[in-house]
């Protein structure tokens, strides 16, 4: 019965509108999710840069290896960073478009048509080529064509480096600043029962390098797995 109304009837805008929030939800905690993740790894990536900077001090012929370690370490915390500031901008776009076709829908209640919104049209744009969204703000997209919110498609996924665009450029001193803020301080000029003291709140056991080339691979792994 749905389908025969469909074919002679337009669809219900309640029934639109519904699908509509229902979608933005969905991406809204699919956001927060792996928003959540990089916190996580953000904060598990500052104790391993702690353990390899105590390790290097503790044993000066390992300096060297500790001090390429930290570094690396810095280069995925920035990253992370990114990653994460790019997906909070998102969810501030999304609740924007909620914002926006709600409001589309009431307007739609009182002068009976929907209008054309050229700035749900350029926030969808933006966040349908996002990986981790990609999916869904496609469905989203099509539900608003139907309702004539938006009059056209969206292009291709950002790449990934585009995503990072200008990372390499500044990613040195983005280095040198990431490894100031987290070991000034707190190794720099902290005594070593201090420095035992950090890395026993943290509870995380030191690892050889292997152990920190496997760890940098789940890091990697993790991040690669939010954008897919």
């Known amino acids: ?44 990536t500052k104790q391993y840069i702690i353990q390899a900077s105590k390790r290097g001090q503790k044993n000066p012929s390992q300096a060297k290896q500790a001090a390429s370690e930290t570094r690396t370490f810095a280069r995925e915390m920035i990253r992370i960073r990114k990653q994460s500031s790019r997906l909070t901008t998102s969810k501030a776009q999304l609740q924007s478009v909620q914002m926006q076709v709600n ?24 966040l349908v080529r996002l990986p981790e969204l990609m999916g869904t703000m496609r469905e989203l997209s099509h539900e608003l064509i139907k309702a004539g919110i938006i009059e056209e498609m969206v292009g291709d996924s950002l790449p990934d480096d585009e995503l990072l665009e200008g990372e390499d450029d500044e990613a ?39 152990d920190q080339e496997a760890t940098l691979e789940q890091m990697r792994g993790r991040l690669e797995a939010l954008k897919s």
């Open 103 to 126: 409001e589309a829908f009431s307007m739609r209640k009182i002068e009976g048509s929907l209008k054309a919104s050229t700035g749900i049209m350029k926030d969808v744009n933006s």
């Open 172 to 210: 040195e001193e983005e280095v040198d600043k990431v490894l100031g803020e987290i070991l000034q301080g707190k190794l720099g000029k902290a005594d070593g029962s201090k420095i035992d003291n950090l890395v026993e709140e943290n509870n995380e056991p030191e690892a050889d390098l292997e």
């Open 1 to 44: 019965m749905e389908s025969l109304k469909a074919v002679f009837w337009k669809p219900d805008p309640a029934v639109q509108m519904r699908k509509c929030n229902s979608l933005i939800r969905s991406n809204t905690r699919k956001l927060d999710r792996d928003i959540a993740q990089l916190k996580l790894l953000d904060s598990k």
